[in-house]
């Protein structure tokens, strides 16, 4: 058996634990921005099911209840603009990093096949190309991929770190390139609502995919428009020929969402006003946030959506992180994301208003 070093990079996040320190013993406190988990109240009305569905003995299904297939359907048709879906479209996942992580093995996928993603990009993508030890590469445009051997191609907009958005002609002539070479799309779309200076499109939306979900399939996760990051709910919508036996696998595999879990996301998906009001918290954070950074002296790219801004001082990445630790602010590196982002640092937006407006003080 290989080692585990030989198998999995270095878990990033480790690599921050000085820096942390650092702006630990600032005098007001640390003002962590390095992580994008959610720090508000989870909405009562969804904290209420989760509550009434507690007294749950028996085992959950893989597949989901009825009333949490129709929840996702109905959203997707309703938020995304998909068509025609039926429960069969559908596959509820216990978080979406399991998802990531472990998709390239449930698909099958091993050494001589190929998981591509962007260059820029969250790191457990890579982790599951190694877990299944399938080949791995990065893309600027993934039309320009050599094909061969290609079997998986992640794309994720908005993205996370950069929070650029794929427009709809990008992801339409993405769609028809995998399609002709016969390469499965999984679209991470976990911060599609969440858009400020663009309004995100999902690959499930019929002028992107032409009315047909064959080849492509979107991730979306309620971790962060319904700060359900604890309760661990996320779903698959799209091809069913990928999705029914991915159902199986999983079965066997044991991969419920647990019970209480999945009539919280019932409530979650069949409630819009929620997801307005945290918006708006995160609008209000993010302005000051990128205020305070641009008077500071840096500059942002993209950003037009997800909760980050993507920010460099034209330096490396690391000095940035030890700059901002001496302030009492924990940032994440660049690098954490791919050697592209070697001259930037991610700045979550998911710190309380209190917190905020320190980092901002500080930063002034």
Request: hydrophobic share 40%; glycine share 8%; aromatic share 8%.
């Amino acid at each position: 058996m290989s080692a585990l070093s030989d198998r999995l990079p270095v878990f990033p996040w480790d690599k921050l634990e000085p820096y942390k320190k650092t702006a630990a013993a600032h005098p007001d406190g640390i003002v962590d921005l390095s992580v994008g988990t959610p720090v508000d109240p989870v909405p009562e009305l969804i904290q209420k099911a989760l509550v009434g569905a507690a007294d749950s003995p028996g085992y959950p299904t893989v597949w989901g209840t009825p009333g949490l297939r129709d929840a996702i359907t109905g959203w997707a048709e309703r938020r995304l603009g998909a068509r025609g879906l039926t429960h069969r479209h559908v596959l509820p996942v216990v978080g979406s990093k399991e998802l990531v992580a472990w998709l390239p093995t449930q698909l099958g996928l091993g050494p001589g096949d190929k998981v591509a993603y962007p260059r820029l990009a969250y790191p457990t993508y890579e982790v599951g190309a190694r877990l299944a030890r399938a080949d791995h590469e990065t893309y600027d445009d993934p039309t320009e991929l050599d094909p061969a051997h290609l079997k998986l191609l992640w794309l994720n907009s908005p993205s996370n770190p950069t929070g650029k958005v794929l427009s709809k002609e990008e992801l339409t002539r993405i769609v028809a390139w995998a399609r002709e070479h016969g390469v499965l799309v999984l679209s991470d779309e976990c911060y599609l609502e969440l858009g400020w200076e663009a309004d995100p499109v999902s690959v499930l939306h019929p002028d992107v995919n032409g009315g047909s979900y064959d080849g492509i399939v979107a991730v979306h996760s309620l971790s962060k428009r319904s700060n359900l990051a604890g309760y661990r709910a996320a779903f698959l919508v799209g091809d069913p020929a990928v999705l029914g036996p991915l159902l199986q696998i999983r079965k066997h595999g044991g991969m419920m969402t647990p019970a209480p879990t999945q009539a919280a996301a019932v409530a979650a998906l069949n409630d819009d006003t929620h997801v307005h009001e945290q918006r708006e918290r995160y609008a209000a954070r993010r302005a000051v946030l990128r205020r305070a950074l641009l008077s500071h002296g840096f500059r942002i790219e993209h950003s037009e959506a997800s909760l980050y801004l993507w920010a460099t001082r034209d330096e490396p990445c690391w000095d940035t992180v030890a700059h901002l630790a001496g302030l009492g602010i924990l940032v994440a590196p660049g690098d954490f994301y791919g050697p592209a982002g070697a001259s930037f640092v991610r700045v979550a937006l998911t710190a309380t208003d209190e917190r905020v407006a320190a980092a901002a003080a500080r930063l002034g």
